[in-house]
């Protein structure tokens, strides 16, 4: 069954979270009297699925089905969860909140608000304990951090369902253990903003030399590490007990003007803005923020495949997704083509011309064929324990076109098979129709002896059962050819 969100407000921020929900698999209501919303949303949306499949390696869930409404009624109806955008002005959320609570009572609110305390949202509500905060940061569809933030009226079963939604689409929820204005981001946020402020007024450094010194510098590290594990290494080898012995005493100097603040004024804007103009007025806001994602998701997919910070959230997110899309494989012997491998054609996939590149043929036909040796039981444990069975020989004919977004399926028919080889033939199906097939020849090794030997009693019996299931199978269409060869 398909889950329902709805987002009230669909702003930069209502409109990340809207593509967030839609590109998990949530349908998604939006109510926005903005008449622009739905324009700007588009926008939104255009960039986020250019974006948050190139961190996947599984296969997407099917995007749900956005609709927008003229009343927040019709735009909660159906839905287990809401996200409030609106403008951080308190009244107009207690507001929100009172048509939302009467339209569908009872549900989960939670508020992407950059300040207020979940105390200050919850006043006058009948049921307060359904209101909490979930702050997130730009761009919602990529960051996965989400501030999870409740008051003493929240029970602990509200707070763990929103922790789990967050996970369910793929976020990091970071539960705030006490109540405190802005978070813990957005203070952080704030305090360099000062310092930036101070900087720029008093000529030291321009709004491009600011942003300079953190992107060339301490922000790649806060990026991977965060601040404590960064200073951490600074202490070296005796750690942050010296750390804090060297630089403890810097603490006391005068360096920073954080509790003061520079006059607000329209010469303060005028510095900020014409400055800001300069360093990057040459490319308008969506290629900035095409630009930012494409260097985000860079950046993410390293720490991915390291599994480090918030790449392990992605790696988690996959793993979640990945057993749902795996459920449907086979996993006995048929007389017929074994389903062995659900894939996506993903972002990364494809080549100048907008189509699957030939190498992910190879990856889907590996996908296929290593799903099948973990059925027969020769999977990594069987590996590690020192035999494998290498590719000998492999003939693949592409036969039509998969673009971004395609779903496949890889199926495996065992031609022959003896109990030192089999031969495969695997089709990469979109829909009904074959877009390749890839034939191969696959040795049993022992891996330390360098040689061919037969598989293990228990590989053995697996693999000839699904051979001898095979065998009432007519010959695929193609197998035995030769590149260029005739049909006989």
């Given at each position: 069954m398909t889950r329902k969100a709805a987002i009230i407000g669909g702003g930069v921020i209502g409109g990340g979270w809207a593509a967030r929900f839609l590109l998990n698999g949530w349908d998604v209501g939006v109510f926005d009297p903005d008449p622009e919303a739905e324009r700007k949303i588009a926008a939104v949306m255009a960039n986020a699925r250019l974006a948050l499949p190139a961190l996947s390696d599984v296969p997407m869930p099917v995007e749900g089905t956005l609709t927008f409404h003229g009343t927040i009624g019709e735009a909660v109806e159906g839905a287990e969860y809401v996200q409030e955008s609106v403008s951080e002005r308190i009244e107009l959320k207690h507001k929100v909140y009172a048509q939302l609570q009467q339209a569908h009572p009872g549900v989960l609110i939670g508020s992407s608000t950059s300040g207020f305390k979940a105390s200050d949202l919850q006043k006058g509500s009948p049921a307060p304990e359904n209101i909490i905060v979930a702050h997130p940061f730009n761009p919602v569809y990529l960051l996965p951090l989400s501030e999870v933030?409740?008051?003493?009226?929240?029970?602990?079963?509200?707070?763990?369902?929103?922790?789990?939604?967050?996970?369910?689409?793929?976020?990091?929820?970071?539960?705030?253990?006490?109540?405190?204005?802005?978070?813990?981001?957005?203070?952080?946020?704030?305090?360099?903003w000062r310092e930036a402020l101070w900087m720029l007024k008093d000529g030291i450094a321009t709004t491009?030399?600011?942003?300079?010194?953190?992107?060339?510098?301490?922000?790649?590290?806060?990026?991977?590490?965060?601040?404590?594990?960064?200073?951490?290494?600074?202490?070296?080898?005796?750690?942050?007990?010296?750390?804090?012995?060297?630089?403890?005493?810097?603490?006391?100097?005068?360096?920073?003007?954080?509790?003061?603040?520079?006059?607000?004024?329209?010469?303060?804007?005028?510095?900020?803005?014409?400055?800001?103009?300069?360093?990057?007025?040459?490319?308008?806001?969506?290629?900035?923020?095409?630009?930012?994602?494409?260097?985000?998701?860079?950046?993410?997919?390293a720490l991915k495949e390291r599994n480090w910070g918030a790449g392990k959230v992605l790696r988690e997110h996959d793993e979640r997704r990945a057993a749902a899309f795996h459920a449907g494989l086979d996993t006995t012997p048929k007389a017929a083509p074994l389903v062995m491998a659900q894939m996506q054609v993903l972002p990364g996939w494809i080549d100048y011309n907008g189509h699957m590149t030939e190498s992910r043929?190879?990856?889907?036909?590996?996908?296929?064929?290593?799903?099948?040796?973990?059925?027969?039981?020769?999977?990594?444990?069987?590996?590690?324990?020192?035999?494998?069975?290498?590719?000998?020989?492999?003939?693949?004919?592409?036969?039509g076109e998969a673009k971004l977004g395609d779903r496949l399926t890889g199926t495996v028919q065992i031609i022959s098979a003896d109990e030192k080889r089999f031969r495969s033939f695997v089709r990469i199906m979109k829909g009904e129709v074959c877009v390749a097939t890839v034939e191969?020849?696959?040795?049993?090794?022992?891996?330390?002896?360098?040689?061919?030997?037969?598989?293990?009693?228990?590989?053995?019996?697996?693999?000839?059962?699904?051979?001898?299931?095979?065998?009432?199978?007519?010959?695929?269409?193609?197998?035995?050819?030769?590149v260029g060869q005739g049909r006989a």
């Open positions: 933030s409740g008051s003493d009226k929240n029970p602990p079963a509200v707070v763990e369902k929103t922790v789990q939604i967050m996970k369910d689409i793929g976020m990091f929820p970071l539960v705030i253990r006490h109540e405190i204005d802005a978070f813990i981001g957005n203070r952080f946020l704030e305090a360099v491009e030399e600011i942003d300079d010194a953190i992107r060339m510098g301490f922000g790649l590290r806060w990026g991977q590490m965060g601040l404590f594990e960064t200073y951490r290494i600074a202490g070296g080898e005796a750690g942050m007990r010296h750390f804090m012995a060297q630089f403890g005493p810097a603490l006391k100097w005068p360096w920073t003007k954080l509790m003061d603040v520079p006059e607000f004024n329209e010469e303060l804007v005028d510095l900020v803005a014409n400055q800001s103009d300069a360093q990057s007025g040459m490319y308008t806001i969506r290629e900035l923020e095409r630009i930012r994602d494409q260097n985000l998701v860079g950046f993410l997919r043929y190879y990856f889907a036909n590996s996908e296929t064929v290593d799903a099948f040796l973990r059925l027969i039981g020769a999977g990594m444990d069987y590996v590690a324990a020192g035999h494998s069975y290498y590719s000998a020989e492999t003939h693949i004919r592409h036969l191969q020849l696959c040795l049993h090794v022992d891996m330390k002896a360098g040689k061919t030997v037969p598989a293990s009693a228990e590989v053995w019996a697996k693999l000839r059962a699904v051979a001898e299931a095979h065998a009432t199978l007519p010959m695929p269409d193609g197998a035995g050819r030769a």
